[in-house]
């Protein structure tokens, strides 16, 4: 099984900062990864797909970089609505999602 | 616009067999380009992916519960079932359908609650 491994479990930040987030995977997994936004109480949004890739309606300040084991979601400036969790899940061998970073007002 | 809708008992008891049902609106489940799956979520914790189902009834599922779990699609009523059999306690968790592109999740139902007690 692949294992991912996102970090830091905890983010706080305040709104206009720069937010990065890692993802790691136990072995490399190309570039099949993607990112989900979940806020309490809802269902995951898929945000990125294939390590890169913005999905339908995703803000410009989203973006994604990384392949084999490394990747990072980045948000430019945070909007007041971003703060939430944020999974990595891979689509290399089976399905499997990362423990979760949760991005938090500082 | 696609919606998924879950629905089923949001209580069983240990031992038994869990089915939910998935109704999806605005999309077909004889949609080529999509496979139509269900991911859970224990209370306070991760996602776990279960499994999937295309519309001609090719199905993938978790090794961890592939020998408890089964997916059903009903292309005339536009509707997904699950089945995890043998449940316990740690099977508690809110269940969200979902439409599967390119194994990612795109579309999530709001999610059921299921209580696995006695």
């Known amino acids: 099984e692949i294992v991912l491994t996102q970090s830091p479990a905890t983010l706080s930040l305040s709104p206009g900062e720069r937010a990065t987030l890692s993802c790691r995977a136990s072995?490399?997994?190309?570039?099949?990864l993607a990112w989900y936004q979940q806020k309490p109480g809802r269902a995951p949004r898929l945000l990125i797909y294939d390590a890169v890739n913005r999905a339908t309606g995703i803000p410009a300040r989203f973006s994604a970089s990384g392949s084999g084991t490394d990747f990072t979601l980045t948000i430019s400036s945070l909007e007041p609505e971003d703060f939430a969790t944020y999974y990595c899940?891979?689509?290399?061998?089976?399905?499997?999602f990362g423990g979760g970073t949760r991005v938090e007002i500082k | 616009q696609v919606h998924l809708q879950e629905s089923g008992p949001g209580l069983v008891t240990p031992s038994q067999t869990l089915s939910l049902t998935c109704t999806v609106s605005?999309?077909?489940?004889?949609?080529?380009?999509?496979?139509w799956g269900w991911v859970r979520q224990p209370p306070g914790k991760g996602l776990e992916w279960i499994g999937y189902i295309y519309y001609t009834g090719s199905d993938y599922y978790n090794p961890s519960l592939r020998r408890r779990v089964s997916l059903l699609v009903d292309t005339t009523k536009n509707q997904v079932s699950l089945r995890l059999g043998s449940v316990t306690a740690a099977d508690t968790a809110v269940y969200y359908c979902?439409?599967?592109?390119?194994?990612?999740?795109?579309?999530w139902g709001q999610g059921t609650m299921v209580t696995v007690s006695s």
């Open positions: 072995q490399s997994i190309s570039f099949y």
């Open positions: 899940q891979q689509r290399f061998n089976w399905l499997t």
């Open positions: 979902v439409r599967v592109l390119s194994d990612a999740f795109d579309v």
């Open positions: 605005g999309d077909s489940t004889k949609n080529g380009d999509f496979y």
